[in-house]
């Protein structure tokens, strides 16, 4: 059987960056593309971050019983949609996966493929630090979205609560104050299958 190991953590903690760094040192691992109703962002390539689609397009999907698990965010550009489909992706009867998203997305997921299945990969950065890199991520973009960043920077206080992640008993976390060494511990992990 094989795992799915689940990176998550705060926004501009950098999972993103861990997420392309370990699939591209562990090849082995197959990765799931999540879907999003929300439009790309600058260097955001259809079916590489995510499949983006329209609200009809997920409506038809979850009417169809695609949809594993799904959040809606409502920013200040109107209500986004995060989902993870039943779309061929995956396949726990054999292959390794590695997966990226939310802590309530990992709570979805591990219901639907159970708690042994489920490796969770949290990763956290001093709150200072995550939000000079958020403001630095903002600042060299060529339309930067300053209230959004604010919102998703203040709603990961309380998506990411300390209660939330012991009821989800989420334990071990990777500090990415050091890219390098937070890639080592994350890859130890996945080679021993457990934490």
Known sequence: MGNIYYIMGKSSSGKDTLFQELGRRMPALK????YTTRPP???????????FVSDEILERM???GKVIELRSYHTVHGVWNYFTADDGQIDVSGADYLMIGTLESYGQMRARFGRDRL???YVEVEDGERLRRALAREESRECPEYKEMCRRFLADEEDFSDERLRRLEITRRFRNSEKEHCLEEITEVIRNGKL
């Open 119 to 121: 490796v969770p990969i």
């Open 41 to 51: 962002r600058e260097g955001e390539k259809d079916g590489r971050e995510y499949f």
């Open 31 to 34: 990765k799931v593309v999540p």
């Open 62 to 64: 979850r009417e169809a």
